[in-house]
């Protein structure tokens, strides 16, 4: 496998795959897509809440925000010794304590670990009128893509032509958009490492 012609522009990167077969092309393409793990918002206490919002669909809202990801602190819950129960080996906090009248953006929310953030500020949540009042704690865990799209760090594609693979992928912010590639790669080649071994 022949790698050329990289290119960036923004959260965006494309290049060049050379003696790569059209099903492991799109075997890396899928772990882009679903099996680089990243932070997102699993678990959601919600201690008050008096606006238009039920509990569930402001949940739902708060884990499809990108969050900023650092795999050299955390764990994969189900790789802790806490036993499921959120500990700080595999667990980030985030709190949201707003009253209206106010636009709620991303940016409210406030991190306990400063790596786990929001990635973009200004993402809108809900429009709080006077006298309502969201009070909340939200606990992001380490997934993968293929358990639920609020894990997924990013889109790629690719297009096969004169012997050669061109390949694109961007990022959603987890992680640099050179950092993702480089993860899906790792994660591919150690996968197909296990692969190699079964087969012996």
């Known amino acids: 496998m022949k790698l050329s012609g990289f290119k960036k522009q923004g959260d965006r990167i494309s290049f060049t795959i050379k003696d790569l ?3 492991l092309a799109n075997a890396l393409r899928r772990k882009i897509i679903s099996g680089v793990p ?3 918002i699993e678990k959601v206490d919600v ?4 606006s238009i919002l039920n509990d569930e669909v402001l949940a739902h809202r708060l884990g499809l925000i990108p969050l900023a990801t650092d795999l050299k602190s955390y764990v994969e819950p189900l790789e802790c010794g806490c036993e499921l129960k959120g500990c700080t080996n595999c667990t980030s ?4 304590d707003v009253a209206g009248p106010l636009m709620v953006y991303s940016g409210h929310l406030k991190p306990t670990d400063p790596k786990i953030k929001p ?3 200004n993402m809108p949540l809900i429009k709080l009128t006077e006298n309502q009042k969201i009070k909340l704690e939200a606990h992001a865990t380490l997934g993968c893509g293929r358990q639920h799209m609020k894990w997924h760090a990013g889109i790629a594609s690719y297009e096969a032509s004169n012997n050669k693979l061109d390949f694109f992928i961007e990022s959603y ?8 590639a480089k993860l899906a790669f790792n994660v ?10 079964e087969v012996k």
């Open 21 to 23: 077969d059209v099903e």
């Open 38 to 40: 990243v932070m997102a």
């Open 47 to 50: 201690l008050s809440n008096s």
């Open 93 to 96: 906090t985030l709190t949201l």
């Open 119 to 121: 990635v973009y500020d």
């Open 173 to 180: 912010g987890q992680y640099p958009v050179e950092d993702l």
């Open 188 to 197: 591919f080649q150690k996968e197909l490492s296990e692969v190699k071994k």
